[in-house]
């Protein structure tokens, strides 16, 4: 009898556990399709703020794309639609899962749990307005650099950018950069948890340098620019990762060393 009164007290909190996830689903999933349907009706102008860094590489505003599938600018539109969906729709996601996952936090793991949601979408931003402000144009003029004018014994090559390819290529920028950019949160999450800390992050630096430039070569297009401008940016944050953690591990003995001493009083006492 106790066996079935055990099992159907923890079946009733699991129930109201998966209600309540499904809850915040809902929510995420509503502000996702709010904003993909805002985000396609504007697609044409969001295209335009994403052909700037384009135009900043080619040195002129009067450039020009073309797609060469019927439907090929109609799924461009989707594509954008739902890339803006999901950036403007992050805190939105962010929240619910904040809110699902607080409940079963001390209040001290709440505060330290919610500075890394802020992070998170910061970090992304610079990441990919580093993208939009110098990788890209960059990137566009070596790219352009390549192109040939036609002349005698000479063939014309000239660069005629797809709709597709282009926004293939921008959004893949912007999310290699913005995901490397979430490198500190994610150490600091690990030294956090105990699973590292600044003794192992420096030892393994060189490994980090090897992986860094292996991870630029496979997300960014074979260019120098793009590759080197993810690859500084990523050790850089490594070094920021080493600082923080030094921090969280310089308060985790402050705080052993209090307890240590709050001890030793009330023993004394």
Aim: charged share 15%; aromatic share 12%; hydrophobic share 55%.
């Amino acid at each position: 009898m106790s066996d079935d009164t055990d099992i159907d007290a923890s079946s009733a909190p699991l129930m109201e556990h998966l209600i309540e996830l499904r809850q915040r689903l809902m929510w995420s999933l509503v502000a996702i399709a709010v904003f993909f349907v805002i985000c396609f009706i504007f697609a044409d102008k969001i295209f335009n703020i994403l052909v700037i860094p384009y135009q900043q590489g080619a040195g002129t505003t009067d450039v020009k794309f073309i797609f060469t599938a019927l439907q090929e600018k109609f799924f461009v539109e989707i594509k954008i639609a739902f890339f803006g969906a999901m950036f403007i729709s992050f805190p939105v996601i962010a929240t619910q899962i904040y809110k699902f996952v607080a409940p079963g936090l001390y209040k001290n793991e709440r505060g330290a749990f919610l500075p890394f949601l802020i992070a998170t979408p910061i970090l992304f931003l610079i990441g990919a307005c580093l993208v939009f402000f110098l990788i890209m144009p960059l990137a566009t003029s070596f790219f352009l650099s390549m192109q040939q004018s036609g002349g005698e014994g000479l063939a014309e090559i000239e660069n005629l950018q797809a709709v597709g390819s282009y926004l293939s290529l921008i959004m893949t920028l912007i999310f290699a950069f913005g995901l490397v950019f979430q490198l500190p949160v994610v150490i600091t999450l690990l030294a956090k948890a105990g699973m590292t800390n600044s003794k192992w992050l420096k030892d393994k630096r060189k490994y980090a340098v090897l992986v860094t430039f292996v991870a630029a070569a496979v997300l960014t297009p074979p260019d120098p620019v793009s590759q080197i401008g993810l690859a500084v940016p990523a050790l850089l944050l490594y070094e920021i990762s080493i600082y923080c953690v030094r921090i969280i591990e310089k308060r985790r003995k402050e705080e052993r060393e209090e307890e240590a001493s709050s001890s030793t009083d009330i023993a004394t006492d």
